[in-house]
């Protein structure tokens, strides 16, 4: 009797009356059916923060024109490159430290910061007067908004553990189509007196800044939810020292402390040790390594892409306009969320996370290869080819991306999750900060040999982009990318 006392002490959950952390795995324990109102919540977050991410990108190009800076037109994606580039570098910078802080005083401080960044510093990129106010502008945005590693570590603690797969896969999803509505809206509602002139007069505030209305629209849906935000359950556990005040009862002090010496064992038996450094934890730093290069290659990509399709017919573009690539995106954004919601969880108990990211960048490489004949179609059957051709690239990523984002999360204890998101969106953002960069200077260099024999033109970009796929794919491999 005494022993089965003790076994039913030890797994009797203990909670603190004044921990919010507690409260939200109480409402878990008790909770049935599909978490709708967190997913919605997590979604609408994820997306007012990634919105500016990429927004930018359909009307970068005529932007940068617009600053005079570049002397000759090949030179515009490479001055545009970096402008790309310095949200990612102010985020790589700042993200470690968002992570720590979000371990110390909650998630929910991280968010609401977060989004108020977004509110200020989009609003102000939109209404750059010059090249070097647009990059300081991007860079404050990126360095003081730190909550897209937080939001992960949120993700995995507001769900149960058999919703948490579809927790984190609502983050990708937001995450991914952010990134295609917010450059969807960049096209749709960059100079809007040119494209709108019944509606917006050459000489308003919209006129004289032609950059103004998107980044206005993403800022006030960003107000929305940083004002919602406030509403949001803290999920981070905050425990004084164990003393008889703190719990209801001497048996439940005792049920504590056996909860604890059976949590060290567990991390004993595991091999893993809370204390020890993350840079030490493998299982962590194996799958941040690959999610980098992939990092890398997508936020390239990403940047490519735009520019490739407004740039001219004559430099292997496909001379699109802007509101031709919102079109594209809106339709790449809307399969996006249908395919990241309904398939990928199936996706993921079927075959894992990591076999899921394996086979969907194995199957990016032909895609991309396919982009340089796409470019030679013309009419409807150019449409049709590259609007399957964008959306199943980005589906694609998104399913690497979210397999590397569970293999995160599950490498790390609670108390640790934040500062372990906070080193992945760092080194991440450092990756993707690099992307930009290399992806303007490199479609710059590739539309100034058109008539190389080997690979020329932007058939030399997707080649390079195919070679970065393909040493994702590699790493994604034993004794490399390991699970805990």
Known sequence: MA???????????????????????QYKAVQHGLPIKELFAIWIVVLATVLPISSLFPFLYFMVKDFNIAKQ??????????????????????????????????RKPVIIIGTSTVVIFNTLFGLSMNYWMAIITRFLLGSLNGLLGPI?????????????ALGLSTVTAAWGTGLIIGPALGGFLAQPADNFPNIFSSQSLFGRFPYFLPCLVISLFALVVDIACFWLPETLHKHESLR???????????????????????????????????????PLMSSIIVYCVFSLHDMAYAEIFSLWAVSPRRLGGLSFST???????????????????????????KLGCIMTSRISAVLSI?????????????????????????????????????????????????????????????????????????????????????????????????????????????????????ER
């Open 366 to 482: 032909p895609l991309l290869t396919s982009y340089s004949y796409i470019a030679m179609l013309s009419g409807i059957l150019l449409n049709i080819s590259i609007n399957c051709a964008s959306a199943l690239k980005n589906i694609l990523s998104e399913f690497i991306v979210t397999g590397l984002f569970t293999l995160q999360n599950r490498a790390v204890d609670q108390h640790r999750r934040g500062a372990a998101n906070g080193i992945s969106m760092a080194l991440m953002s450092l990756s993707k900060a690099v992307g930009p960069a290399i992806g303007g200077a490199l479609l710059s260099w590739a539309q100034s040999r058109p008539e190389t024999a080997f690979l020329p033109g932007p058939q030399m970009v997707w080649f390079i982009l195919n070679v970065v796929e393909a040493i994702g794919v590699a790493v994604t491999f034993k004794p490399f990318l390991v």
């Open 323 to 349: 509101e031709d690539v919102g079109e594209v995106l809106v339709i790449s954004g809307l399969a996006l969320l249908f395919f990241q919601i309904f398939l990928y969880p199936l996706l993921e108990k």
């Open 73 to 106: 037109e090949e030179d515009i994606s490479y001055y545009a490159g970096f402008v790309g580039s310095s949200y990612m570098f102010g985020r790589a910078l700042a993200s470690v430290y968002w992570g720590k802080v979000a371990d110390r005083y909650g």
């Open 3 to 25: 022993g089965e006392d003790v076994q039913e002490t030890l797994f009797k959950k203990v909670y603190y009356k004044n921990c919010s952390g507690c409260r939200v795995d």
């Open 152 to 164: 992960n570590a949120y993700a995995c603690e507001i769900f149960r553990e058999e919703h948490q």
């Open 244 to 282: 008889i005040s703190s719990v209801d009862s001497v048996g439940n002090l005792e049920s504590a402390l056996l909860v604890s010496e059976a949590s060290e064992y567990t991390h004993e038996e595991k091999g893993s040790n809370p204390k020890g450094s993350l840079f030490t934890n493998w």
